[in-house]
């Protein structure tokens, strides 16, 4: 517990000084430190508020790495690697467009993108349903199978995983933190889908749709 400042000055003073010497000396005294708390607590502010920025920026800056080592290395954007892996968990492989749409998240003309340059890569395939054909089913291919082996677990699937494994204290505690922040910047209107991968990894499959149609 912090005593007074003020009567920490008047015990400290040399008792033979007048009392308006003492006065004036503890005066001086505690608006000193009340001006040293408030630089002290001005720093930690600063501090605290770095150490935020900080880590806003590491969680953007590896999401970045990620996409462009995913794109760079095998040749496919975070959205296609996560069609893959669903259609590599679905019965058979297969899976319908709609299913995908939902699964990912994103409207229909980008997952036809997703699936239009997968498709071209040979990672799946169109499949005609067996009894009706009006209803393509999309199938993961050997070729995409192969590939979803040699690709890491991406962030988008690991944060996932952890998210799902907090106890619901904690989950609240870090959707609250995620609401200040989304309020602070006031960008509660910006549309997003659940996928941790850049804006430009979903207007590359938009524009791959257009070239094709």
């Known amino acids: ?95 319908t467009q709609s299913e995908i749409r939902k699964f990912i998240n994103l409207n229909s003309s980008t997952v036809s993108g997703i699936i239009n340059r997968l498709e071209k890569k040979s990672f799946l395939a169109r499949l005609p349903k067996s009894g009706d054909k009006r209803i393509v089913n999309i199938a993961l291919t050997s070729t995409g199978d192969k590939l979803l082996n040699t690709i890491p677990s991406l962030l988008h699937e690991q944060l996932s995983k952890k998210l799902r494994e907090l106890d619901d204290d904690k989950l609240n505690k870090v959707k609250e933190s995620l609401d200040t922040l989304v309020n602070l910047l006031e960008i509660e209107q910006v549309e997003a889908s659940p996928l941790i991968t850049f804006e430009s990894d979903l207007e590359d499959i938009d524009e791959s749709l257009e070239e094709i149609e």
């Open 1 to 95: 517990m912090i005593a007074n400042p003020q009567s920490i000055s008047l015990l400290a003073l040399p008792c033979k000084l007048p009392f308006a010497t003492k006065h004036m000396l503890s005066f001086l005294f505690t608006v000193s430190f009340y001006k040293n708390i408030c630089i002290f607590v001005g720093k930690q502010i600063n501090m605290d508020t770095t150490e935020i920025l900080i880590k806003i920026r590491k969680i953007v800056r590896s999401i970045d790495i990620e996409s462009k080592k995913i794109q760079k290395e095998y040749g496919v954007s975070i959205p296609q690697v996560l069609c893959l892996n669903f259609l590599h968990k679905s019965t058979n492989y297969q899976s």
